[in-house]
């Protein structure tokens, strides 16, 4: 995301004069675009520091997808850079459960076993609909079916494993847990079966940890003064110590590029 | 999201069409308009000829990522990119090898666009491809019919050796669409294409 904004704004311009105003952009493209820029920031983190190096390598090839992602959902709205490097805090709408911490390997692939599940479900369905943002989720989803398939092989590996790698699997679950509830609030735009979603994400989710000898956690998946505000902007505390981290570079340098 | 301001200029990512529906790859016309022009042929083929920044022994067409291009009557070039994966760092390159090659013969007024729809499948990828990616050590994705990657748990041929007993080592190898896997036989590392 290092494009000049003068060449930017020129072309903007350009574009603007020679055609019809566009189309409103789709609601929904905000904030899957979000979910998918600060989950990508995120795995990015690990970068250098995976506990083997095939995980360095495979946390940012599923953090690469989700740029790309990220970069078209965004495109749709405006100027993906703006976007992505000029927004404050609250005007982000991505649920809560990805601008967690890492934590230990074990907290990310809880995250990433909530998360990916979540998204390979909502892609599917939305990519059997009749809108703007279907194409990109047929696209999508064949990746995101590998970052699922990736968290349920570590989520299985983790728990089944040592008593260490159990017990620090089993805390990501529980640790995220109660920003689960969040994924299936109704996102505007999104024409899809939300209860059938939570089913089936349950379900799913179920059947890995079972699988994994874990135990499915107990206790409210959202909370009045918690989880589940991310949509409307409001995030937890650690969120604005990474927007500060993504966002320096290009504030403290506008317009710089390579 | 690196974009030099030449490669602002020329290419652009279009919002995809709503209707997902088109027929498959292939560099031909989008459905509805008129069947290729010799110019088009032309120009589609030097498009196609252009070698992959990531897998150089591949060309553009060969990967079928080089769905139609269209000259309008004021002779502007329009050339429609698919990416392998949404976030395919190597599409920015493509683009701008594919000005280069077409300036070259003459095209200045080239539009790169990138298009979503239909997806791109490891399908599209054609038989000689195939060939040309073992014979250059990976693994080529097995065909698919069904939507879906295929179960990791089938076999992938070693293209070193041909063995049939391999082993996944990563599900994410040196770029996002190749897993990385070893041979039990010669005990040799390789990539293989992964279905998509």
């Known amino acids: 995301m290092t494009a000049t904004p003068s060449t930017n704004t020129a072309a903007t311009a350009t574009a603007a004069s020679a055609s019809p105003p566009a189309p409103a952009p789709p609601a929904a493209a905000l904030p899957l675009g979000d979910d998918a820029l600060v989950l990508s920031h995120r795995l990015g983190e690990w970068a250098g520091h995976a506990p083997v190096l095939e995980e360095d390598v495979a946390l940012a090839n599923i953090a690469l997808d989700l740029l790309g992602q990220a970069r078209v959902l965004l495109s749709l709205v405006g100027d993906e850079d703006e976007l992505a490097y000029l927004r404050e805090e609250r005007a982000f709408r991505n649920v809560q459960l990805v601008e967690q911490p890492n934590g230990d390997f074990a907290h990310t692939i809880a995250r990433q076993l909530y998360f990916s599940v979540y998204q390979t479900l909502m892609y599917d369905r939305l990519a059997r609909t009749v809108s703007p943002l279907a194409p990109l989720a047929a696209k999508a989803v064949k990746e995101v079916t590998y970052h699922q398939d990736h968290a349920e092989q570590w989520t299985l590996r983790l728990g089944d494993g040592t008593a260490e790698s159990h017990e620090r699997m089993q805390r990501g679950l529980d640790a995220l847990w109660r920003f689960t509830g969040e994924l299936f609030q109704p996102v505007t735009g999104l024409d899809l079966d939300w209860e059938a979603l939570r089913a089936q994400w349950t379900a799913t989710i179920t059947a890995v940890i079972e699988r994994a000898t874990l135990t499915v956690p107990e206790g409210p998946r959202s909370g009045a003064w918690q989880a589940g505000a991310g949509r409307e902007g409001l995030h937890t505390e650690p969120f604005g110590r990474m927007l500060a981290e993504m966002q320096h570079l290009h504030r403290s340098h506008p317009g710089a590029s390579w | ?196």
């Open chain 2, 1 to 196: 999201m690196v974009t030099t301001p030449s490669r602002a200029s020329a290419t652009s990512t279009t919002p995809p069409a709503p209707s997902a529906s088109h027929t498959p790859a292939a560099p031909t016309p989008s459905p509805g308009t008129a069947a290729p022009t010799a110019l088009e042929a032309e120009l589609c083929a030097l498009a196609g000829s252009v070698p992959d920044p990531e897998l150089p022994v591949l060309t553009l067409g060969e990967l079928g990522v080089l769905r139609a291009v269209h000259v309008s009557g004021t002779g502007h070039v329009d050339v429609e990119l698919t990416p392998t994966y949404t976030g395919c760092p190597a599409i920015e390159a493509m683009s701008a090898d594919i000005e280069q090659v077409l300036r070259e013969h003459g095209r200045d007024d080239v539009t790169v666009r990138t298009v979503l729809s239909p997806a791109w499948s490891t399908d599209d990828i054609s038989a000689e491809g195939r060939r040309k990616l073992a014979e250059f050590g990976i693994a080529p994705p097995r065909p698919h019919a069904a939507d879906g990657p295929v179960p990791l748990s089938l076999t992938v041929r070693c293209p070193h050796c041909g063995s049939t007993d391999t082993e996944l080592l990563s599900r994410f190898s040196s770029t996002a669409c190749k897993a990385l896997r070893r041979c039990v036989d010669c005990r040799e590392p390789f990539d293989h294409f992964k279905e998509l």
